[in-house]
């Protein structure tokens, strides 16, 4: 086991740089996911820490030994990609003993090994079915169970589970969990699923654009986004962001002076500043229109059962700023304005200039 270092690391493909100074210390043994949407450098990150692609500059260290000119097969690391493919003609024991084969270890210690894996999987009743006659969750175990048997210091997952159905995908990662649990193995998890990022990882790297936004556990980065991006990137829908400015005496005015809230303690340091004033969705509720704070028009409704997802827009213009909300009833008219409150303990400030968090 070991744990993982990324030093200031750099990627330019050519001209384009698609990662720009990525540091984090991940502890051996640490389940750590990068997450961000399509193109922001995920996968580019992992190959580098997998040695599938080169570093232009910084270091990678897998524990104490930096790899940067290590060859893949010298890293002891095993990676599950997306589309995992299993070899068709060779039954799910041969799939998971072939990279130790090739590697040339002895029978005995294959057989035991494959055994290991294909009981932490519950494979071993499959071992003799190849892959088509698997189902889809079925053969992602064995892609895992390929991984398992070279018993590596590191995992790198890249997307694993996106080929499941959604049924599949949530059983398949509380077996993830299961399977850290048991193995304590250092992983890198890639995936643009906030929902996957925020239930398997200790920590999370929030990418954006080749650099990282936020690290830090999942409830920080929820409860405290360092920047706008995290804001609206994790949490569904994503955080209302609404420009305002603070008045005097720790008001904040939003939507030129519509909105009216005063903050939970006064900021004298932050009077007549330009901010934009966070409200996650869920933190809205209903109330009578004299206790409003805000009453936007309604859009349209997604009834969802358990909860229901207003959307709607402030002011006569419907192309204007638009707004969220989460709320625990199932039953709402379809028009008119839907009176709005919320608590000033569940503001977030940021600012519209750097797109950072203002500190509490
Ligand atoms: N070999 C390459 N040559 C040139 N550009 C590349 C190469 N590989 C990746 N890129 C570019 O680098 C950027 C990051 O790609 P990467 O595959 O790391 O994204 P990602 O975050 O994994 O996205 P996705 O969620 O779609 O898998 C993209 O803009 C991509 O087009
Ligand atoms: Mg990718």
Do not use: W
């Amino acid at each position: 086991m070991a744990g993982v270092a990324i030093r200031d690391v750099h990627k330019s493909f050519g001209p384009v740089k698609v990662i720009q100074g990525i540091s984090m210390d991940i502890a051996d043994g640490e389940f750590v996911v990068m997450v961000g949407p399509s193109g922001c450098g995920k996968s580019t990150l992992l190959r580098m820490v997998a040695g599938l692609e080169s570093i232009t500059s910084g270091e990678i260290a897998i524990g104490e030994r930096v790899v940067n000119e290590l060859e893949p097969k010298d890293r002891d690391i095993a990676m599950v990609f997306q589309n995992y493919a299993l070899y068709p003609h060779m039954s799910v024991y041969q799939n998971m003993a072939y990279g130790l084969r090739i590697q040339g270890r002895p029978k005995a210690e294959i057989e035991k090994r494959v055994q290991r894996a294909a009981e932490i999987l519950e494979l071993d009743k499959l071992l003799k079915r190849r892959p088509r006659e698997l189902s889809g969750g079925q053969r992602q175990r064995v892609a895992m169970g390929r991984a398992i048997v070279r018993e590596p210091k590191v995992f790198l997952f890249d997307e694993p589970l996106s080929n499941l159905d959604a049924k599949l995908r949530v059983q398949m990662r509380s077996e993830l969990q299961a399977l850290h649990q048991r193995l304590k193995t250092t992983t890198l998890y890639v995936t643009h699923d906030q929902v996957e990022a925020m239930t398997l990882a200790h920590r999370m790297m929030v990418m954006n654009a080749g650099r990282a936004e936020q690290i830090g556990a999942p409830l920080e980065v929820y409860q405290k986004p360092a920047t706008t991006f995290v804001a609206a990137f994790i949490g569904s829908p994503p955080m209302n962001l609404i420009p305002g400015r603070i008045a005097q005496g720790g008001k904040v005015l939003a939507h030129d002076g519509e909105i009216s809230v005063r903050l939970p303690e006064p900021r004298p340091a932050l009077e007549g500043r330009d901010v934009l004033l966070g409200v996650r969705p869920e933190h809205f509720e209903t109330c009578a229109q004299s206790e409003a704070l805000l009453s936007p028009d309604i859009d349209f409704l997604e009834l969802l059962g358990s909860d229901s997802l207003v959307y709607g827009h402030l002011g006569a213009d419907k192309q204007g700023m638009r707004v969220a909300a989460r709320l625990h009833i199932s039953i709402l008219a379809k028009e008119g304005r839907l009176p709005l409150r919320f608590s000033a303990e569940h503001v977030h400030l940021f600012d519209p200039e750097s797109t950072r968090r203002i500190e509490d």
